[in-house]
């Protein structure tokens, strides 16, 4: 269902905030694709091993 609101609206930023195993994540298909998760149980490329505040921190000061 993402991927089809992807398409239908020619998204090209996905970004998941909670990711685990990936398991949701590695099927998004969008061309920038970002994860947030503090404690993946998997490595999962794209993603910040980061609390969602600390992301979001990084965001605001411009640095991601």
């Known amino acids: 269902r993402i991927n089809h609101l992807i398409d239908k609206y020619n998204l ?3 970004l998941e905030i909670g990711v685990r195993d990936g398991r ?3 099927k998004i ?3 920038n694709k970002t994860g947030v998760d503090p404690f993946p149980t ?3 490329n794209g993603l910040y091993k980061l609390t969602s505040d600390d992301f979001l921190k990084l965001i605001k000061l411009n640095l991601i």
């Open 12 to 14: 090209n930023n996905y």
């Open 24 to 26: 949701n994540y590695n």
């Open 42 to 44: 998997k490595d999962i």
């Open 29 to 31: 298909i969008a061309k």
